[in-house]
């Protein structure tokens, strides 16, 4: 199967199916699925084979005779990594959203397949010129997925996320076109280091979309989307995305932009887990959780440990996800059985669901376990080598590092007491529904384990991400 085919496969599978589903809104559900598993299938089966030659590039040029404006696709083991990662989380969420969404309109299954396209282009793009167009998009479909529901809630939502990510857009932009005038190109083998305000710029994108401070408001408000859109866009995937950029561009930062890179992300990191530690909505403390673990992603590239970096946001992906959706169970069930007289997100009126709910209960407390750093958890391994690098290089950034995992450690402890394990007299009278509710669970929930990513559950150095 060549690379060729495959790419356009992967790329203009779920946008096939997210047309098909606005002309026949019947079929939208049964096309995107669809679509969500043959992308998910041909990733999974290309990193089986690795692609031989890696890195593999193709691309043509858009205007002819104008350097740098050329599309295509890049299969490198960033790229691939990512592939599978979107590919399979956005087929979790695909197969959940059969239980979660299964009574609202099928205009959902267009915005997911049209979020799925988007972000498999963004990562198979060969150039910053092709990033950006698919980045736009990703911002887009995001924007539909948050104002889905219609309430009051969302329509104040989605527009505080689409400009607040404007912004990081504009000093992304203004930064590829600086970039595109001093190098004329913006291919991801042919960056150079870029002095100046060209790293900062760049920086911006990340900012916004990776939800980093000042910029990180957008997404706590975000979780007036579904909960399923929450777990594919709002944790695993979409937010990723400025990291990726991040990855990409790391040839053009200076030492003093990386400096201000690390900084920014601690503060993220350890702001948010104050933040997470004081909540009660469920969602809203999984929105800070994953503005922390951002930020501890963001603080690595800034401390020069990119790899680790990216191996922190494979692992978070998958825990995150498991807890999104693990989340929606939660609401959706609770939802039902109190009939508007309690919040179905308000832990405090939950406890004692462990017995009554227990692969939902099992994927959390799995996924809780990685998110704190428990040994023989996925996030152990990727935070084990975050520190490391944060020890080795500044002692101070190791510190406050330490005590975001420390205060990340306590309230996903809080979390799973108060929700599972807390005697409760009044607990409803719930159950998991089907297959299309465990699957998911059962998948990610395992894959929040360190076997997923290394044979060794106490040595980040074996792991294969790095």
């Keep these: 199967m060549s690379p060729t085919f495959c790419s356009l496969v992967l790329v203009l599978a779920p946008l096939a199916g997210a047309f098909w589903g606005a002309g026949f809104p019947r079929q939208a559900r049964q096309a995107v699925l669809g679509a ?5 299938g041909t990733s999974i089966l290309l990193a089986c084979t690795r692609i031989s030659h890696l890195p593999h590039q193709e691309v043509i040029a858009w205007i002819p005779g104008t350097p740098g404006a050329q599309a295509g696709f890049r299969w490198d083991s960033l790229s691939l990594t990512l592939v599978v990662l979107v590919s399979v989380i956005a087929l979790c969420v695909g197969v959940f959203s059969l239980y979660y969404m299964q009574r609202q309109p099928p205009r959902y299954w267009g915005y997911l397949g049209l979020f799925a396209a988007s972000m498999l282009g963004l990562a198979l793009s ?3 010129l092709q990033l950006f167009v698919c980045w736009e998009l990703v911002g887009f479909s995001s924007f539909l997925l948050i104002s889905y529901y219609r309430t009051a809630e969302a329509s104040r939502a989605a527009p505080l996320a689409f400009w607040t990510n404007r912004i990081g857009d504009a000093g992304l932009l203004a930064g590829m076109l600086l970039l595109w005038v001093q190098q004329g190109h913006t291919g991801w083998d042919e960056l150079q280091l870029q002095g100046s305000w060209v790293p900062l710029l760049l920086f911006c994108g990340t900012l916004a979309k990776s939800a980093q401070f000042p910029l990180q408001v957008w997404l706590p408000a975000a979780m007036a989307g579904p909960t399923p859109a929450s777990a594919l866009i709002h944790a695993a995937t979409m937010v990723a995305a400025g990291v990726f950029l991040l990855l990409r561009t790391f040839p053009v930062f200076t030492p003093d932009a990386l400096q201000v890179v690390a900084w920014i992300g601690v503060v993220t990191a350890l702001l948010a887990a104050l933040a997470a530690f004081r909540q009660t909505d469920l969602k809203r403390l999984l929105a800070f959780s994953t503005i922390s673990q951002l930020g501890y992603m963001v603080a690595a590239v800034g401390l020069g440990a990119w790899q680790a970096a990216y191996f922190h946001l494979l692992t978070h992906a998958v825990f ?9 169970v939660l609401i959706h069930e609770l939802g039902h059985a109190w009939q508007g007289s309690r919040d179905p997100q308000d832990m405090r009126h939950m406890g004692g ?15 809780a376990a990685a998110l704190a750093g428990l040994p023989l958890t996925a996030g152990f391994l990727s935070k084990e080598a975050i520190l490391t690098q944060a020890w080795a290089v500044n002692p101070v950034l190791f510190g406050l590092l330490g005590v975001g995992a420390l205060l ?23 159950r998991e529904r089907g297959l299309v509710l465990k699957l998911p669970l059962v998948v990610l929930g395992l894959g929040s384990l360190w076997l997923a990513f290394g044979l060794h559950p106490l040595a980040a150095a074996d792991s294969w991400p790095l």
């Design 36 to 40: 969500l598993l043959v992308s998910a």
């Design 126 to 128: 060969p150039n910053l």
């Design 320 to 328: 995150k996800a498991a807890l999104f959706l693990g989340a929606g």
């Design 353 to 367: 669901l462990a017995r009554r709910l227990p692969f939902t209960a099992a994927s959390m407390i799995l996924a």
């Design 408 to 430: 990340t450690a306590a309230y996903s402890f809080r979390m799973i007491w108060q929700v599972f394990v807390r005697p409760n007299t009044d607990a409803p009278v719930v």
